[in-house]
């Protein structure tokens, strides 16, 4: 199809990730059902465990002619980068915005594969915005009327199962489109590819 078919986007919106596997998600998710009794809990707009994940770099929407450059980049910075352990640990939030999952293990490496798929991006021209790379799974996100500290307290003692990142996924995000209070962003895996080649 070319791009100026009318069933294909001219650009997509995509993002670089590290996805944790079902097993570490199913442990979290337990882990978070007793927040989801705390007051304001119903306030919030909490993720969907099918779309938790650790974010390396955001793209925003991505030329549909600029996707097979970055795919190569990001598969080779994926060659590069050997496997390491992760797990799910403590929380946190930025400000009254969203609450958060952290990350422990090889964060080190976790953050060369984030400066990677960053730089994958830059070298393909598209326009980064420079940000401090923080590791994190969002759980939550607030308009700002729920205070965050006790749901983050909460979850502070948590330290999930160590697992094996093998893969960086380049992920694609659909904004909700229905109009519906409450629908939530869905993603797609796009590609991914083994870390260590």
Known sequence: MSSSDPGRPASQRLFAAVLPPASAVAELRTALAPLHTLPGARDLRWTGPEG????????GEVP????????????????????????????????????????AGGLDTLRLLAERADAAARRTGLPMEHRRFAPHLTLARSRGGVDLRPFAAALAGFEGQRWEAAELTLVRSHLPVSGVPGERPRYTAARAWPLGG
């Open 52 to 59: 938790w994940h650790v974010t390396l770099a955001f793209y």
């Open 64 to 103: 549909e002619d600029a996707t097979p450059e970055l795919e190569a980049r990001l598969e080779r910075a994926a060659r590069r980068t050997a496997p390491f352990a992760l797990c799910l640990h403590g929380a946190g939030h930025f400000g009254g915005r969203a609450l958060w999952a952290g990350a």
